[in-house]
């Protein structure tokens, strides 16, 4: 069932088995996995949909440098959470993710990819990317190679990113959860606090505001932060009335290790032969569902050669240079301010395009309208007007001349960081501020991971793949912390000095609140954190049935307000 907080009598105490905070991906597979269980769930969402500006700023904050975009940025407030914006791109993350590495992270994983698997597995479904096949071998049968003649023990090309239609959480699952008699979702309901018991070891109660002033008290026998990367860790920070520092927050780690991922486009890649020798982009599986294969380097030559993780996409040139000729590409160059932030601000060149520049952009629309025509044709049916939605832009490369387009794994570092600011949002709360920093180790093993590419490419008379060694760092930090992948800021771990939640979600320090989502991520992988946020939620409802032991009888409605303070 849904409703309304504004509509809940001012000082109502909500009771609940679970109290979950937020209803993005994470919030939602957690409630939905927990629907069912004979446990009572309370599911609190501070947004409402549509989208409400007034919601939508209570996410604006301060930077320490203009590396990160602005906090309210690719962070969605409303049913469904950050899915209502994102591109769909699903892979989980690597077997050696979760070993250890100690030169990545002395603490790392405290849970094993066996331990995750079958929880992916579930994720794939309720994502909607098909099948969890993520390998070429597995997912299909005789597709040609990626690049006629390629074959290496070192860069793997087999390896699969899936994609959902994409999938709005809150879209798809709001008549499962309107339905659910077990799960009440109650929108436009801010969590400002979490109030400890007087020792600090468990949740007392969570405060509720709206935006018209009422206020609530939420009571559960389990409270879970499922509000995002950086959500979860301002929350924490700002709950210091009863612990000084904040809940969770005695070793001040809560906002520490705070990673995205180190992406751009680098380097230019020539393939030796035809057109109808390379195959970059989009295969179609038996259960229709868009894969593209990416390079990456072996586990094995990680290990060796202590790599931290990535992947690369054959991508077409630098759009903002217009002697790639290109009518699309030059159209969405000019078109750049009318695209949304998350998209435009890649199109951005760093210094404003010349007249000479601007001119030879136009030009290539007029001399390639027919090419255009086509690829709008295509948008419209295959994107705009379809339920599964093609991922991206992809253009025929009659030249076999590419750029890559790299992702790689950003190492967690104690200095790069979340704090709180020193001005106040709206219903009282400070605002973060964001300190994200990245490392010398982190270009260095992109440099590395591309010197093994070239090598190989190079080996097998295949190609050539050059890049700048000197320029590669101003290439990969053009457009800053990559998107919307905010990780790290509770981290989970063994040891609570380094981290602030233990393997299963719980905060060290207090018995019964737990954080979901990819604010516990300790590594980042090359991976988009959707797929693993989700299946670490459903691994993690699992658990708190198991812990709460809960009544085997007919649910009542969560709806009903017991008591008033």
Not at 194 to 206: F, K, S, T
Not at 336 to 349: A, P, T, V
């Amino acid at each position: 069932m849904m409703g309304n907080a504004d509509e809940v009598p001012r000082g109502t105490v909500l009771r609940a088995d679970v109290c979950v905070v937020g209803a993005g991906p994470a919030g939602i597979a957690l409630a939905l996995g927990l629907s069912g269980s004979g446990l009572r769930v309370l599911l609190l969402e501070a947004g409402r949909r549509p989208l409400d500006p007034q919601a939508q700023a209570l996410y604006e904050g301060e930077l320490a440098n203009t590396l990160h975009s602005p906090p309210h940025r690719y962070r969605m407030r409303g049913l469904g959470g950050s899915s209502t914006r994102w591109g769909g791109r699903c892979m989980p993350f690597d077997p050696i993710d979760f070993e250890h590495r100690d030169w990545v992270s002395a603490d790392g994983w405290p849970i094993s990819y066996s331990d995750l698997l079958p929880h992916y597995v579930a994720a794939n479904t309720m994502a909607e990317a098909g099948r969890f096949a993520y390998d070429t071998r597995e997912a299909f049968v005789d597709l040609p190679p990626m690049i006629t003649g390629f074959n290496s023990d070192v860069v793997r090309t087999s390896g699969l990113e899936r994609f959902s239609c994409p999938t709005d959480f809150g879209r798809r699952y709001e008549r499962r959860l309107r339905q659910a008699p077990d799960v009440h979702v109650l929108q436009g309901a801010v969590c400002t606090a979490i109030r400890l018991q007087a020792d600090g070891q468990a949740v007392d109660w969570i405060d509720i505001a709206t935006l018209s002033g009422n206020r609530l008290r939420a009571k559960a026998r389990a409270v879970v932060l499922a509000t995002g990367g950086l959500e979860a860790a301002r929350l924490m920070l700002c709950s210091n009335d009863v612990v000084p520092q904040g809940v969770g927050n005695h070793h001040d780690v809560v906002g520490r290790y705070y990673m995205c991922h180190i992406a751009g486009n680098v380097g230019t890649l020539q393939i030796h032969g035809t057109p109808a020798d390379v195959r970059h982009g989009y295969e179609v599986g038996a259960d229709g569902v868009y894969c593209r294969r990416r390079l990456s380097i072996a586990a094995s030559r990680q290990r060796r050669d202590e790599l931290l993780n990535a992947v690369a996409r054959l991508h077409f040139p630098r759009i903002t240079d217009p002697s790639h000729g290109s009518g699309v590409l030059s159209g969405l160059f000019l078109a750049r301010r009318f695209i949304s932030y998350e998209y435009g601000r890649r199109l951005q060149d760093p210094q404003a395009p010349s007249l000479r520049v601007l001119s030879r952009h136009l030009r290539n629309v007029v001399l390639d309208s027919a090419g255009t025509a086509a690829f709008l044709g295509h948008w419209v049916t295959h994107r705009t007007l379809a339920h599964r939605k093609f991922p991206s832009v992809i253009l025929a490369n009659r030249s076999n001349r590419f750029s890559l387009e790299v992702q790689g794994e950003q190492l967690p570092h104690p200095a790069s960081r979340v704090t709180l600011g020193d001005t106040l949002d709206t219903l009282g709360m400070r605002r973060l501020r964001v300190d994200w920093r990245y490392q010398a180790q982190d270009i260095d093993s992109l440099a590395r991971t591309l010197g093994l590419m070239a090598a190989e490419f190079a080996r097998t008379g295949t190609g050539r793949l050059e890049f700048c060694r000197e320029e590669l760092e101003e290439d990969l930090l053009r457009y800053g912390a990559y998107g919307g992948h905010h990780l790290g800021t509770a981290r989970m771990g063994h040891d609570p000095r380094t981290s602030v939640v233990d393997p299963q979600c719980r905060v060290h320090s207090v018995r019964d609140l737990f954080v979901a989502g990819s604010a516990v991520f300790p590594t980042s992988s090359q991976a988009n954190p959707t797929l693993t946020l989700v299946a670490l939620s459903l691994r993690l409802s699992q658990h708190l049935v198991d812990l709460l032991q809960p009544r085997r009888q007919p649910a009542t409605p969560v709806a009903a307000p017991t008591s008033a303070t």
